[in-house]
C-alpha cells in the first residue's frame, strides 16, 4: 500500500440528531489532498467545516452520525478504525489545531506532560524514550519560536498567553512528524499582529517538514498567501475547488463569485452588501442543490438534481447545472 500520507474524502455525508429530527449538515463531501499540499477550506459559519474535519479525528459530539461516505488515509478509510488505530492514527499521522487554543490544552497537565504523552506511542520501544521525548519537546518549542523553552515546559496552560497556547498546540502537532495538520481557525482567537507569526509559522513549518495542511480561514487574503487550493464548501458540499489563484481570480460557481464579490475592496466605496439570503435549513434541506434558493441562475433541474463536481479547466472544478455562466 502507498505511504505518502495521501489523503481524500469521498461523498461523506455527516448529521446531528436533534430534539426534532436530523439536521443533514455535511451533505456529500469531497476533498483530496496531494501529498505536501495545503488546501483552504473556505464557506459561510455553519457550513460544516469543523464538523468535516472533527469526523477525520473521530472527535465528532456524541449526536453526530455519519451516515456514508470514506476518509481514506494512504488508501485506508479512517473512520473504520477502531479506538487503538484511531490513537495511533492522531498520535502518528494526524493533528487538529482548533480555534480556542484553550480548550484544546488540558489545564490540569504542565506543557512538557501534554506534549510527551502525545509523543508516547511514538516513541514506546525505546528504553529511554522519556530523554528523547523531551529534547523533542524543547527542540519543538524552539521550532515554534517560543523564548525559553525549558522554562515553558514547567508552565501549566493557565500561565502561557493566548498566543503562546496556540504555538505549543502546533509545536504539539509536530513534534512527531506527521503527514497531515488540520488547522481550524488557527488564529481567530489571537492578537492581529500574532494571526500574522502563526500563519507564517504554520507555512515554514509545512515546507520544511512536508506536511499537508488543510487551513479553515474566513479570510480571502490568509488563504491567497498560503495555500495551492482552495475548496468553496456551502451548506454541507463543495461548489467549488480549484488551484488558488483559478478559484479567486476566475471564480465559476455562482456562490464563490458572490463570496467574492463580498470582500471589502480598498479602493470601492461603501461596505460590501453580502449574499442575500441564509444557509438552508438543515433539518429540510432543498432536495437538488443546495445553493438553489439563493442562487440567482436556478433553473428547474437544480432543484431535483444534485449537481456533481465536474471539471470546469485545469485543476478547476465546480458543482453546478449552469456552468460556466
Ligand atoms: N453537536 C451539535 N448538535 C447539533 N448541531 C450541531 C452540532 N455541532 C454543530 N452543529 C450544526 O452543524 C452545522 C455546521 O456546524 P460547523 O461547526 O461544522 O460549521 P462551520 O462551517 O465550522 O462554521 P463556523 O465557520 O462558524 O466555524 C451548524 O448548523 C451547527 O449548528
Ligand atoms: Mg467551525
Known amino acids: 500500500m502507498e505511504k505518502n500520507g495521501s489523503f481524500e474524502i469521498k461523498d461523506l455525508k ?113 528504553k529511554d524514550w522519556k530523554k528523547v521525548a523531551y529534547e523533542k519537546a524543547v527542540s519543538s518549542l524552539r521550532d515554534v519560536m517560543l523564548p525559553d523553552p525549558e522554562r515553558i515546559m514547567e508552565n501549566y496552560p493557565f500561565q502561557l498567553s493566548g498566543g503562546m497556547r496556540q504555538r505549543v498546540c502546533i509545536a504539539m502537532a509536530i513534534a512527531t512528524d506527521r503527514h497531515l495538520l488540520l488547522a481550524d481557525e488557527p488564529t481567530t482567537s489571537l492578537d492581529v499582529t500574532i494571526q500574522e507569526q502563526i500563519l507564517k509559522l504554520i507555512y515554514k513549518l509545512s515546507i520544511e517538514k512536508k506536511l499537508s495542511v488543510i487551513l479553515v480561514t474566513h479570510s480571502m487574503g490568509v488563504i491567497r498567501e498560503m495555500t495551492d487550493r482552495v475548496s468553496v464548501m456551502y451548506a454541507g458540499t463543495v461548489m467549488e475547488v480549484g488551484d488558488t489563484k483559478d478559484v479567486l481570480e476566475s471564480p465559476q460557481h455562482p456562490y464563490t463569485k458572490a ?67
Open 259 to 325: 463570496l467574492i464579490a463580498c470582500i471589502p475592496k480598498l479602493t470601492g466605496s461603501g461596505v460590501a452588501e453580502g449574499i442575500p439570503g441564509r444557509v438552508p435549513d438543515y433539518l429540510n434541506p432543498p432536495k437538488g442543490c443546495r445553493y438553489v434558493d439563493r442562487c440567482p441562475y436556478a433553473t428547474a433541474i437544480c432543484r431535483e438534481e444534485k449537481p456533481k463536481l465536474t471539471d470546469c479547466g485545469k485543476n478547476h472544478q465546480i458543482a453546478c447545472h449552469n456552468c460556466g455562466r
Open 14 to 126: 455527516i448529521s446531528y440528531k436533534v430534539f426534532n429530527g436530523e439536521l443533514q449538515v455535511v451533505d456529500g463531501m469531497n476533498l483530496r489532498l496531494n501529498s505536501g499540499e495545503r488546501m483552504g477550506l473556505v464557506g459561510e459559519a455553519g457550513c460544516g467545516k469543523t464538523t468535516t474535519l472533527k469526523s477525520v479525528l473521530g472527535i465528532l459530539p456524541s449526536n453526530a452520525v455519519i451516515s456514508s461516505g470514506e476518509v481514506l488515509f494512504n488508501g485506508e478509510d479512517v473512520l473504520k478504525f477502531d479506538n487503538k488505530k484511531m490513537q495511533e492514527f492522531r498520535k502518528k499521522n494526524c493533528a487538529m489545531i482548533f480555534q480556542d487554543p484553550s480548550s484544546a490544552l488540558n489545564p490540569i497537565f504542565k506543557v512538557k506532560d501534554l506534549m510527551m504523552n502525545g509523543m508516547r506511542n511514538s516513541l514506546a520501544k525505546s
